[in-house]
């Protein structure tokens, strides 16, 4: 059920694709530098230790929470990556801006704020009330 009548106008559907896009790139970087830093390095490496010593298990021990951190930050904005590419899909459907639960709008004020917003703020409160 499409709200009717609701059709964003063609200039802010385009600034809307160019935040988009800017934010996916930014994002695409990241996880590309996190990539190469956390999978692409051994342990040794990424300690900074070329030496033949082994490596205390304390280190290892950061080492590991350091990488996972990197792997479940990198896991985040790649979520973020897909709800970007939902967002720009609507735009070209002419269905950006409107709420998934309840199909209001979403405010202007809240996109520009998070451009890949799938849900007005009241349907968001409720989804957060929901998981508490």
Known sequence: ???KGYLMDKKEA????EILI?????????IEHIANDTLKTSQREAAGDLSAYSLHMADM????????FSLRLADNEQEIVKRIDTALEKIDEKTFGLCE???KKISKIRLKAVPYAEL???CQEKQEKKKK
Not at 14 to 17: I, Y
Not at 22 to 30: D, F, I, P, T
């Open 14 to 17: 385009s600034l809307f694709k």
């Open 120 to 122: 007005c703020v009241p």
């Open 22 to 30: 800017k934010k996916k790139v930014a994002l695409m970087k990241g």
């Open 61 to 68: 021990a950061t080492d590991n929470y350091d990488r996972e």
């Open 101 to 103: 639960l309840c199909n």
């Open 1 to 3: 059920m499409l709200l």
